[in-house]
């Protein structure tokens, strides 16, 4: 068996134990949810995962610990928990801490790239910070990782339902301090 390189891998694993059943899980889809299906939801130090994206941002290396809870964990987490809860603890504790730094990370390549393209800003991406729209590179430019509060990435459908756009493709959603 290969080494575990990603928690999705690491969670199936857990989920459905090891030897055949693990086996075969390795090659489909890891049983991630973020509450919709009939898989477990995932949380990260008690925060449910947006998207299945979000378990790559947790590196094995910073993992404290994982429980998987089968019976009842509607009881603590709620209606989305009702096919199982899988709760990872990391090592810093501060999911919402790994989460900001990873979408910063981003930010700044959306920026570099729409500064090497004027029709990337608007057409695949939209910036909004403290509820303003198509927010320039000039302004983005100037914000600093330690500026922001809180940072959201919205698909285009959850960006048009929000805010009542048109606009294709990723909604980064800054709120400042």
């Known amino acids: 068996m290969r080494p575990i390189s990603s928690i999705p891998f690491l969670l199936v694993l857990l989920w459905f134990g090891t030897g055949a059943t693990a086996l075969f899980a390795q090659k489909s889809k890891p049983p991630i949810s973020t509450g919709n299906g009939k898989d477990p939801l995932v949380l990260v130090d008690h925060i449910p995962l947006k998207n299945k994206a979000e378990m790559e941002l947790v590196k094995p290396e910073q993992i404290e ?26 090592k ?4 919402e801490e790994i989460r900001r730094a990873y979408y910063w990370g981003l930010i700044q390549e959306q920026v570099t790239e729409a500064e090497k393209n004027p029709d990337y800003l608007g057409r695949k991406i939209q910036f909004v910070v403290d509820g303003e729209l198509q927010v320039s590179l000039g302004r983005m430019k100037n ?9 959201r990435m919205l698909s285009a459908r959850e960006g048009r339902v929000e805010f009542g756009k048109k606009a294709k493709g990723l909604w980064y959603v800054i709120s400042t301090q």
Do not use: C, M
């Open 92 to 95: 810093l504790g501060n999911f």
């Open 143 to 151: 914000l600093s990782e330690e500026d922001i509060q809180d940072l």
């Open 65 to 90: 610990s994982v429980e998987v809870n089968k019976k009842n964990p509607e009881r603590l987490y709620g209606p989305k928990a009702k096919h199982g809860a899988v709760l990872v603890i990391t």
